[in-house]
């Protein structure tokens, strides 16, 4: 991804950068997708030792065949 910020400065220091709405839209996607995937690890790991049930073992303990 290639970005084109704009600088805005004060006092002789950048204190603000301006990006196309294209790209500030892209980079929003892609930390949000970054977020993503750092729940789901977390939850992966949270639930790495959850007794879990099968979904035939489900479906018979539920009668719905």
Known sequence: MNLHPQFIGQ???EEYAILPIKEFRALTEVLED???IKNL???KRAEATQKSTSLPDVI???DLR
């Open 11 to 13: 006092n002789g220091a």
């Open 34 to 36: 970054y977020q993503d």
């Open 41 to 43: 690890r977390s939850a």
């Open 60 to 62: 018979s303990e539920l």
